[in-house]
Structures are given as C-alpha cells and as structure tokens.
C-alpha cells in the first residue's frame, strides 16, 4: 500500500477477529460469515469500480462479493489463490484434516502454530522479530487463535460455499486479471494457476520464481511494480509479458 497509495487509492479491512478486528460473540469465522462482512464493507463504504487484491482464502471471500456485485468490479488481481471446493484434493485435504482437526486445535491453541509454523513456511526469506511480533499480535490468547482454526477446518467444510463461488465465476470471466504467483508456494501450484487462467481469459500472468505462499513479504516491491505496470497510463493492460523477476 505504501508504493501505490501515491496512484490508487488503497482500501484495507480486517475480518472480525483478525488483524486488529474483533468479533462479535456469535461470529463463527467461516468463509461465508467473512464474505458477509466484506459485502457490507464494500456496499457502505460505497466502493465502485473497485479492483480487489486477493490472496489464500481471500480469494473465495473476495470472489464471492464481487460475484453478487459484478457491476461494481473493474478488475481483479489475484495471487495464490482459489475458487471452488477443494475435497477430493489430497494435497489440501491432508492440511485440512490435519490443521483443522483436533491435534491442529491443539497447536494452535497452545503454540500459535498457525503464526509460528505456517508463516515462516510460507515465506523464502526470514522474517525479522518485529514482523513475526506483527503476526503474532492479533492472536495473543488460545481463545484469539480460533479463528485460524476455523480456517483451516473450512478448507474442507465449507465445501457448498465453495461450490457457489465457483458458480458465480461465469458473472466476472469477462474481468481483466492479473494473476501473480509465488512460484515456490507450498500450498497453490502451478495446476491451481493455470485453472485460474482458464476462469478468466483476459488474464495476465506473472510467475515470481524463487517466492513464496506470501508474496507480500518475499517480492512486495516485485508486486507492486508488476500491479503498476499491469495497469499501465489507462488502466488494465490486454497483455502483459510473463516474466520471473
């Protein structure tokens, strides 16, 4: 934000319960009930050709709105991401069980392992103790560290969400997207990518080799300069040339 708020103006939310949001005591942490959230940011704060930045689970959050209000999206940019059930995916149902089972709870809980594991895997380079202080901070209790949990679980629980997110990629196909990938992503692959690709084929794509889950902490500046670029002096460009920074 901090390189483009000089060009665009730049609109950050937390969902409730993470960042510095909280929740209200009945708020379950689900896909759904964020994507509810994110609809109602969006309709009153009154954003309008608006182009969502979206990343992991923020991918079908964001994707899900934007699907019900189409009218309001003049773009999409989109990092390791997805947007349709995953089960019957091992390579996610194993994370899924795992993390969002009793034995992930229990880490979570007692280890912020959702902070202190999958964070500095997610990322190629080290991150400093003040930036793992910043994760760190929104989840300071067991209890505050549900909402990571629920996460996780939802990967596979949340699967008739899912599936109307999918249904609801047909509204934004005609979108110009740009879709920038962390290369060395332990989560979302090159076959997640190129599914994204055919979901939108005014897409532009940029593979960062050599980066991460998080590609905000391994390329931000590398990213920025793509989103810069992608959007050119007139906005979305109709192409632009895949490249590895």
Do not use: K
């Amino acid at each position: 934000m901090a390189r483009l708020r000089h060009r665009f103006r730049c609109v950050a939310l937390d969902y409730p319960g993470f960042g510095l949001s909280s929740a209200p005591n009945d708020y379950g942490f689900t896909p759904a009930e964020h994507s509810s959230v994110v609809e109602r940011f969006v309709v009153e704060v009154g954003l309008d050709s608006f182009t969502p930045l979206l990343h992991d689970w923020g991918g079908p959050i964001g994707l899900s709105v934007a699907s019900r209000h189409p009218e309001r999206v003049g773009a999409l940019v989109l990092g390791n991401t997805f947007a349709w059930p995953l089960d019957g995916e091992r390579h996610f149902e194993w994370f899924s069980r795992l993390i969002g089972g009793a034995v992930g709870r229990l880490a979570i809980r007692r280890l912020n392992a959702s902070v202190n594991v999958v964070v500095p895997a997610g990322t190629r380079r080290r991150l400093s103790r003040p930036e793992m202080a910043h994760y760190r901070g929104p989840f300071p209790t067991p209890d505050a560290r549900l909402p990571t949990h629920v996460l996780a679980r939802e990967i596979i629980a949340s699967r008739d969400f899912l599936a109307e997110v999918e249904a609801g990629l047909a509204r934004l196909a005609h979108l110009p997207a740009l879709i920038a990938w962390g290369g060395s992503d332990f989560a979302f692959r090159d076959i997640e990518r190129r599914r994204l690709e055919a979901v939108f084929p005014r897409h532009c794509s940029v593979v960062f080799e050599g980066a991460g889950h998080y590609l905000q902490e391994d390329v931000p500046e590398e990213l920025a300069s793509t989103i810069e670029e992608w959007w050119g002096e007139d906005g979305p460009r109709a192409a632009l040339e895949r490249r590895s920074p």
